[in-house]
């Protein structure tokens, strides 16, 4: 039964690093630092984990949306600032790949209120 409990914790820690993962691999270095002070913070002294192991808080989970937007917005700009088809192509691929992250996100918010 341990084993499981400690398993169930790392999957809110691996949810982080696919994030990170995510972040990257859109260079986006920022958001680098933001997610990895996430989970600096998360060894501090006095964290506590989530009432529900291995899952994200609400607060977090909107933060992370909130990050995603964010990014989303700032591709966004680029995009419309450049006639590059290449660049243009990159970009969109970038914003399709956060628009699957941030369904998952919003999935993983629903499933809080069920």
């Known amino acids: 039964m341990k084993h499981r409990d400690t398993e169930l914790t790392s999957l809110?820690?691996?949810?982080?690093?696919?994030?990170?993962?995510l972040a990257i691999h859109l260079g986006d270095q920022e958001w680098q630092a933001d997610i990895i002070r996430?989970?600096?913070?998360?060894?501090?002294?006095?964290y506590r984990e989530p009432a529900k192991p291995g899952e994200c808080t609400?607060?977090?989970l909107w933060q992370c949306v909130d990050?995603?937007?964010?990014?989303?917005?700032?591709?966004y700009k680029e995009l419309k600032s450049t006639d590059?088809?290449?660049t243009q192509r990159k970009l969109l691929d970038?914003?399709?790949?956060?628009?699957?992250?941030?369904?998952?996100?919003?999935?993983?918010?629903c499933s809080i209120y069920q």
Do not use: C
């Not at 996430?38 to 006095?46: A, I, Q």
């Not at 990050?67 to 591709?75: H, K, S, W, Y």
């Open 38 to 46: 996430t989970l600096h913070h998360r060894t501090e002294p006095g």
């Open 67 to 75: 990050q995603i937007n964010d990014r989303m917005l700032a591709l």
């Open 84 to 86: 590059d088809q290449e």
């Open 12 to 21: 809110s820690l691996d949810d982080y690093l696919d994030i990170l993962n």
């Open 94 to 109: 970038q914003m399709w790949e956060l628009k699957i992250a941030r369904v998952e996100v919003f999935r993983k918010i």
């Open 58 to 60: 609400e607060q977090e």
